[in-house]
């Protein structure tokens, strides 16, 4: 069993900064993969970004390459996201969940958090 509690997001204008953060319990965080997913009102929720165990291979969304950065520290077992230039349609509810192998498929993960919500004005 894992547990995941996100942390970071906010309300923050176009353009502007977040860090997201997960913190993972309940097995070393080493043991898995990372992804971060989002989900906007009314729509189905959709692949941010994954990192690999060790934290040397990571995957991206074309929407949000160049922009945001997933890493992960598995000695403190936690996971980021940093957001920069923040873009309206970046708005969405924001959860980390964890996978034995590295997929853009939601139904693949075993474990989620229960998200943070995440607003960009304009």
């Known amino acids: 069993q894992v547990q995941l509690v996100e942390s970071g997001g906010g309300l923050v204008q176009a353009g502007g900064s977040l860090r997201l953060s997960c913190a993972a319990s309940?097995?070393?965080?080493?043991?898995?993969?990372m992804g971060w997913f989002r989900q906007a009102p009314g729509k189905e929720r959709e692949f941010v970004a994954a990192?690999?165990?060790?934290?040397?291979?990571?995957w991206y969304t074309d929407p949000v390459k160049g922009r945001f950065t997933i890493s992960r520290d598995n000695a403190k077992n936690t996971v980021y996201l940093q957001m920069n230039s923040l873009k309206p349609e970046d708005t969405a509810i924001y959860y980390c969940?964890?996978?034995?192998?590295?997929?853009?498929?939601?139904?693949?993960?075993?474990?989620w958090g229960q998200g943070t919500q995440v607003t960009v004005s304009s």
């Open positions: 969940a964890t996978n034995r192998v590295p997929s853009e498929r939601a139904a693949a993960y075993d474990y």
């Open positions: 990192i690999s165990r060790s934290g040397s291979t990571t």
């Open positions: 309940g097995r070393p965080s080493s043991s898995y993969y």
